[in-house]
T-cell receptor, first 110, second 112 residues
């Protein structure tokens, strides 16, 4: 089992709809959770971070964390073509290192 | 005001050569990292340093040697380059190892 798992996609969502990206992790002692966006040929950039169970909202983005079920998700409301990118989930594990998932490719169709 | 910078941006070299990639951050962060991103886009940590001390050394061949002259710089030297070393190498920094990371623009290494 991979330490951080994401569906590779591509996930295709119509413009204006909600895009839902999911991530599961295996280390129950993980403490911090991050979502990064990476455009093709560019470096990852932080979208959201979340430390506590529940929802955290920032503009069109909502991160959801459920430690009991060991998953973290990212919702993007009112999806725009500019949201088309690869989204990387990252988890700070109990081994004191950040582990990245392999990313989900999101495509917003006009 | 570049936060995390890397040089060079592109590096094309022959098998067997030795090359270095430099990284600098002006964010005042204590922790710096090197990542390798392969053709399948999987981002894998190679090394992390905290205030010039090596913290994480993943299962990376000995041909890769990081050096941190001060906490704002983390360089990566690669000896005897192999075809499989072709990838994009990202430097990153963070306040501490559990905070969000800020990435450099990447160095695309191509070994011929």
């Amino acid at each position: 089992q991979k330490e951080v798992e994401q569906n590779s996609g591509p996930l295709s969502v119509p413009e204006g709809a909600i895009a839902s990206l999911n991530c599961t992790y295996s280390d129950r002692g993980s403490q911090s959770f991050f979502w990064y966006r990476q455009y093709s040929g560019k470096s990852p950039e932080l979208i959201m971070f979340i430390y506590s169970n529940g929802d955290k909202e920032d503009g069109r983005f909502t991160a959801q964390l459920n430690k009991a079920s060991q998953y973290v998700s990212l919702l993007i409301r009112d999806s725009q073509p500019s949201d088309s990118a690869t989204y990387l989930c990252a988890v700070y594990s109990s081994a004191s290192k950040i582990i990245f998932g392999s990313g989900t490719r999101l495509s917003i169709r006009p | 005001d570049t936060a995390v910078s890397q040089t060079p941006k592109y590096l094309v070299t022959q098998m067997g050569n030795d090359k270095s990639i430099k990284c600098e951050q002006n964010l005042g962060h204590d922790t710096m990292y090197w990542y390798k991103q392969d053709s399948k886009k999987f981002l894998k940590i190679m090394f992390s340093y905290n205030n010039k001390e090596l913290i994480i050394n993943e299962t990376v061949p000995n041909r890769f040697s990081p050096k941190s002259p001060d906490k704002a710089h983390l360089n990566l030297h690669i000896n005897s380059l192999e075809l499989g070393d072709s990838a994009v190498y990202f430097c990153a920094s963070s306040v501490t190892d559990y905070n969000e990371q800020f990435f450099g623009p990447g160095t695309r290494l191509t070994v011929l």
